[in-house]
């Protein structure tokens, strides 16, 4: 199993998610986060003062799949969630050894 976190533009994440959910990935985590990288913050101006943001509002999406479906989450990742711009975002890939559902004590892949 691999654990793919997603670092995305919140305008992506309708688009992402949908196509997730047509080819059947059930789980997944969406967590509003702030973050910078080299897409930096624009210029704001607040009560006529300017203002450089520095942490921009992200959105990160967590899965967790079988590893013959890690190609096509990340097909769907990057064909999703691409505006070609800085800013973009980022995608991370783990191994999972091992996955648990509390309720019923299932564990691997069913447990998903």
Not at 23 to 52: K, P
Not at 72 to 78: A, G, N, P, R, S
Not at 86 to 104: L, N, P, Y
């Amino acid at each position: 199993m691999k654990k793919v976190e997603c670092i995305i533009r919140p305008s992506c994440l309708d688009q992402v998610r949908k196509a997730l959910s047509d080819i059947g990935l059930r789980g997944m985590t969406v967590t509003q986060v702030l973050g910078s990288g080299n897409q930096r913050g624009t210029r704001e101006y607040y009560r006529g003062r300017a203002h450089d943001p520095e942490l921009l509002q992200k959105i990160k999406l967590e899965v967790v799949v079988e590893d013959v479906a890690l190609d096509q989450v990340l097909k769907i990742i990057l064909e999703k969630a691409r505006t070609g711009e800085k800013g973009d975002g980022k995608i991370f890939i783990t191994s999972v050894e091992q996955a648990i559902r509390i309720r019923t004590g299932e564990s691997g892949m069913t447990a998903l």
